[in-house]
């Protein structure tokens, strides 16, 4: 399977910080990939990296084999939804639908009118006046009606209410159900994404923590629970993400490929959400280098 | 055609609860012999999970013999929870009742029984995974 | 492409129209009036020098009969002033308008963010913006200008003919003429769009961009009749006696000489630039010589309490008998083509680099 992003060494400057650094990574195509890491990690500059709105600081990125935003051609492969949703508030849906038939050849108008139709919008509302979950729906429905083999969506979910966010993951899903599109969105919570990926990237404080398809993931992390234990003495091939004690037990998150044998452990499956927040901890435990106060990353 | 739902508490991955939902359809008699499962694209909507988590599910199903895809069609069921399993059933259950009885009079509530039986599956179950 | 520039750019286009017409509407209806004026005037049968004689009583027709709207001025008078006017705002007010928004309200909104990730590149998505938006703004702006030109055609003809009278008095060179008339204007315009969308790209917000993109294009309106047209073609230099040239001593800066010539002998329609007194050597004269004091008393009599103002005959002719002439500096009138095609050429050519910078700065992603 090719990679729909490949990065080497990447990393992102601003002055004296980085906002990304050191990313290396190769997203196979075919996947829907959950980028999940707290706010200031560095998703969006990764995917401002991706889409080609800004240039890295170190390192290379390749966007379907080729550099982001190379030409009109690439341009038309790869779907974006940016934060927030951007859409033009002063202009109505259907000249929005007009915006993406006349901007990109590869447009499938038929589908754009079946959505649109799907969601009850009114064409001639303004975009201005949608509510946050219709707004998010039109800006997927450009995205995704230019038939682009790649959708990269930046926190799509965030603001939206319980019933929006459902909803617009349903259409999510059918879209790449129907259209075998990859798919990278990013997300501050690990439960939007749960049930959607299948294929997870962990950032945080600017360094992607693990990578890789979920199932992988879920069967090569297990937690350990057993009498109270010194990490130090644990036979070799298993790699400590977190570690908690109490006097008497030591409970264990722990990476390895084999089986864990010691009849000591009581071994049990960890949740998607568990995982990565043991990665999340695990990046916040060593005093951080950079100085935590920034500001949020320009954007 | 039955309609899928996702516990997303239960701990069990998706693509098995879809797997369990099939199963028990069958056992029910919902779904017959040749009757079409529903669709990946259509469940994926539904119930916002990833298509290939559906897929995988339905794949499952046809190496355990129990549906087959026809490409561009869609997949149907081909196979049936044969009747044996439901003849060994009677015993089985009556066997159950037994138990139950005795862990009562031995002075378990309800949710040490519950307790008991969870873990003592939990084992066994992995004991025949390791 | 094409579409999406012409739907985000609607309104503006509407509303330029509408200024248009209405523009073109107050003036055709005072035209009439002021072409049989003209032709009750005289000046299109009249020969040589009668003709500037008529030519000023005409223009001062023009400005008589005040009362409209100001008590001063004339409806005439009014309609010149706004119609010059328009023309020298027009440029700043497209390139504040339509050019500074046109990429700091896509970088304030976020709207970059959908219109740079369809399936055109930036650099065709500016191209096209830029092209169809900036030969708007010059068509308009020029068609402001020709509009204007129709109607005041009998005042600058009378002008020509070396007439003159209140605000009737600057020819084909004055310095809100030559900017609002001929291609010019289509400099300015270009100018004046690719400064507003330079200023937005690098201000990213609209409101501070059109802010800077109207004071520096008012410094450069300021600054190009005083020190840039003059300089863009040689000067030519001639000494002529006061009163071939017309020239009046003006006692502005009295006792300091002031000659301020009115022709150049043999150059008609030529742009004096400047005027000096020069002794018979042809060196400068900075004083009016003290026996001309009475001359000079005499003139500020007529003109008690000013200091200004142009001095009597009998002052020129005073000075005149000294051996003193006035030596000018002009270009002639056979300049004025060349100068505008290169006062345009010019500002195209700073509207052409200002825009290659915004394409290469677009392209430079640093979101």
Redesign the interface.
């Known amino acids: 399977m090719t990679a729909v992003i490949e990065t080497e060494g990447l990393g992102k400057r601003y002055r004296a910080r980085w906002a990304l650094a050191g990313c290396t990574l190769s997203i196979p195509a ?3 990939v959950g980028l999940v890491g707290p706010n200031g990690a560095g998703k969006t500059t990764l995917i401002n990296l991706a889409t080609g709105m800004l240039a890295p600081s170190a390192g290379t990125i390749e966007v379907l084999g080729g550099r982001p935003i190379a030409g009109p051609a690439q341009l038309a492969r790869v779907g974006y939804l940016a934060q927030d949703a951007p859409l033009y508030a002063g202009l109505p849906v259907a000249d929005h639908l007009r915006l993406g038939a006349h901007l990109n050849p590869g447009w499938d108008a038929d589908m754009a009118r079946r959505r649109v139709e799907r969601l009850c919008l009114d064409h001639r509302q303004k975009a201005g006046t949608l509510s946050g979950g219709q707004r998010a729906q039109l800006a997927l429905t450009l995205a995704v009606a230019k038939r682009p083999e790649l959708l990269i969506l930046d926190e799509p979910v965030a603001s939206l209410d319980p019933l929006a966010r ?1 909803e617009f ?6 879209a ?3 259209q075998e599109v990859s798919v990278v969105l990013s997300s501050h919570l690990i439960s939007d994404l ?5 294929y997870v990237i962990v950032l945080v404080d600017s360094r992607v923590r693990v990578a890789g398809p979920v199932d992988d993931l ?1 069967a090569t992390h297990h937690l350990l629970s057993g009498p109270r234990r010194d990490p130090a003495s644990l036979p070799g091939g298993l790699e400590v993400i977190s570690a908690s004690h109490t006097d008497v037990q030591t409970t264990l998150l722990v990476r390895t490929s084999g ?1 864990v ?1 010691d009849p000591v452990w009581t ?1 049990s ?1 960890v ?1 998607l959400e568990d995982l990565v927040l043991a990665y999340m901890k695990q990046a916040a435990r060593p005093a951080p280098r950079n100085n935590r106060r920034h500001l949020e990353v320009q954007k | 055609m039955i309609e899928f739902h ?1 516990d ?1 508490r239960s ?1 069990v ?2 693509y098995l609860q879809l797997i369990h939902q099939v199963r028990q359809a069958l056992r029910l008699g919902l779904l017959h012999k040749g009757d079409q499962l529903p669709k ?2 259509d469940v ?10 559906v897929l995988k599910a339905y794949r499952e199903l046809e190496y355990e013999g129990l549906a087959a895809a026809r490409p561009g069609v869609g997949t149907f069921v081909t196979g049936t929870l044969d009747g044996g399993s439901l003849a060994a059933h009677g015993p089985l259950r009556r066997e159950l009742q037994r138990w139950l009885t005795r862990a009562r009079r031995a002075g378990l509530d309800d949710e040490s029984i519950e307790a008991l039986f969870a873990s003592t599956f939990r084992s066994a179950r ?1 004991e025949d995974i ?1 | 492409m094409i579409w999406l520039t012409w739907r985000q750019f609607r309104a503006q286009a509407i509303t330029a129209a509408a200024a248009l017409a209405a523009f073109a509407i107050v003036l055709a209806i005072n035209e009439p009036s002021l072409s049989s004026m003209y032709d009750s005037s005289g000046l299109l049968t009249c020969h040589g020098d009668a003709c500037a004689g008529l030519a000023s009583t005409f223009l001062q027709n023009l400005s008589s009969g005040g009362g409209f709207l100001i008590p001063a001025a004339s409806v005439y008078m009014i309609l010149y002033f706004l119609g010059v006017l328009v023309i020298l705002i027009a440029p700043a007010v497209t390139g504040v308008f339509w050019g500074a928004p046109l990429i700091a309200r896509e970088l304030e909104a976020g709207t970059f963010r959908l219109a740079w990730n369809q399936s055109v590149t930036r650099t065709r998505w500016l191209a096209v913006k830029l092209a169809l938006i900036g030969v708007a703004a010059m068509a308009v702006t020029e068609a402001f200008s020709l509009i204007q030109a129709w109607w005041a055609a009998p005042i600058g003809k009378a002008i020509g003919l070396g007439g003159g009278a209140s605000i009737f008095s600057e020819g084909r060179f004055g310095w809100f003429v030559f900017p609002t008339h001929g291609i010019t204007p289509l400099g300015y315009a270009a100018f004046g769009f690719a400064l507003g969308v330079t200023a937005g790209l690098l201000a990213r917000r609209p409101i501070p961009a059109m802010a800077i993109t109207l004071a520096i294009f008012a410094a450069v309106q300021f600054i190009t009749p005083l020190w840039i047209r003059p300089h863009l073609f040689p000067t030519s230099r001639t000494v002529a006696t006061i009163a071939a040239a017309g020239a009046n001593v003006s006692l502005r800066a009295n006792p300091k000489l002031t000659l301020t010539a009115g022709v150049v002998p043999g150059q008609p329609g030529a742009w004096i630039m400047s005027s000096e007194g020069v002794n018979a050597a042809g060196q400068p004269v900075s004083a009016i010589p003290a026996s001309c004091e009475q001359a000079v008393s005499q003139a500020l009599g007529s003109h008690r309490g000013t200091t200004m103002g142009p001095g009597s005959a009998a002052l020129n002719k005073c000075v005149a008998s000294h051996g003193i002439r006035v030596a000018e500096s002009y270009q002639p009138a056979s300049h004025y083509w060349p100068l505008q095609w290169s006062e345009t050429g010019m500002f195209l050519a700073l509207a052409l680099v200002l825009a290659g910078y915004c394409f290469w700065r677009l392209n430079r992603r640093r979101s």
């Open positions: 075919g996947h829907v459902r993951l349903q259409d999510l899903m059918e790449v159900a129907e749960e049930r959607a990926c299948d879920l089986p044998l071994v499956e949740g | 996702l997303g701990g991955a998706p990946v694209k994926a909507a539904g119930l916002a999970i990833n298509p290939n988590t992995e390791a």
